[in-house]
């Protein structure tokens, strides 16, 4: 049988298994069905429900505008799929072909979809995690249980990471007219996504709204009263605040501990794979049948020197799903590189937040439009004297024009398309802090000799 008669039969009949039943998964499965698959297609997901869209989380469900089960993600089409849920992944067997489920079933597949995202990172002390009025905000139940405690009017609410969610969260509150402190370990708000100089301003724009915004400091306790609920943080600064709601917006940790024995290049960052989406192995050989898209894929991006880049957006997670699933079903030759360029958005203390491109792939930063302190401006990314990325406050409708330059390698600093270029605009280092983990994937040693032999084992980490 020749390959595109192998492609048709499995188009027709074959079995795809997508795990991680939310933004990516959906998606894919939509487009699977537009490409005509008409095999047999099974969702699993750990969360019970449709799947429903995370952004409004801290934001519209925050402010109790949209209900947290408001928030189901509009279906594209029926997908006519057989849907396990409730019940994690525990498992991927490549040599037979099939996810384990942590209740023991096994389901088979021919290809199969990983989109298993990210959770969000806990409180590192666990009785402390656990303590009444302490939240983290990745899922649904979080932002309801969260909206309950802010709407019930807290004395103080002390946010523990000033990233984007950390931040949007702030916001909200100040808007509720609630007292926050924002703690960051980092000099500034946002300054581990989009640098230094764009910290600053999201620095000012926090205290100019009431936060109590402390950088440079480290929550080192959480501390309950005797009915176990949470009511002062302890600081590295030796100082104190008593709050009784307690947000842990930490950042995210990939949802790849099922696939450990797996075989596949699995690590920190999330899966490896390559630019069409298919899974890479421990050895760095590409496989066949694994797809990979959304928060735990980690790809190289030919824009950006072929760097695998991770990345916690939206329209990423849509987009690779997409790429993904026409890949599933598609010849080599057929095949499309997922080359597109990221964008991501926030809405905090009244400003639309908006960029373009990978800021973090940048070694200086220039307003090339409008006012910082009217907080209505553009500033473009550069690397090595060519335009990376671009960021926008209440300014978004720029931003194509910026794409287009990263598209082009356009030169850094880039000429100021508008009369309102700032008179004193000067290229500033981007200034990132270091890293706090290293960019590591799997963790290997080489075994065989002959060239045919050659094999990488997966290793576990030693501490
Ligand atoms: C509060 C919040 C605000 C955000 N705001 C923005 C924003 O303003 N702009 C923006 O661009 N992006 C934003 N994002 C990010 C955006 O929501 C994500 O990029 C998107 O949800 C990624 O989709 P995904 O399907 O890859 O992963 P996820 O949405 O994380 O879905 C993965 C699914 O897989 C499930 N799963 C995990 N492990 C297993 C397993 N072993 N077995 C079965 N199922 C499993 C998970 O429970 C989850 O249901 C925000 C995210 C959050 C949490």
Redesign the pocket.
Known sequence: MSTADTLQGFKRDGRVVI???????LRAAEALRDEGFTGKLTM????LGE?Y???P???QVLTGWVPADGTTLPRRRDIDAEWLLG????GLDLANNHVRLADGRTVPFDRMLI??????RPWPVEAEAALDGVFV???RED?AGLQRAVAAGPSRVLIIGAG??GS?IASVCRERDIPVTVAELAPSPLVGGLGAMIGEIAADMQRAHGVDLRCGVKVTQLEGDAQGRVRRAHFSDGSTVDADVVVVALGGIR?TE?LRDSGLAVGVWGVACDAGCRAFDLNGLVTDDIFV????ARSPNPMYEYRFIS???????VEQ?EIAAHNMVSTQANRWPHLSIP?????QFGVNIKSVGVPTYADEVVVTQGSVADHRFVAAYGYQGRVTAAVSFNNAKWLDHYRQLIERAAPFPPPCPTPDQPLDAKPVPVDFPGPTLLAQGATVVVTGHDPGERRVTAMRQHR
């Open positions: 795990v991680g039943a939310s933004l990516a998964g699993i997901g750990d969360e799947p869209d995370r952004p989380l801290s934001k019940v994690p992944a525990d989109s298993t995202g990210v959770r969000a905000v990745r899922t932002a984007f969610t949007e949802n099922w898209a959304g928060d735990v990345l916690e957006h939206w329209a990423n997670a799903a964008t991501f958005w926030s809405i």
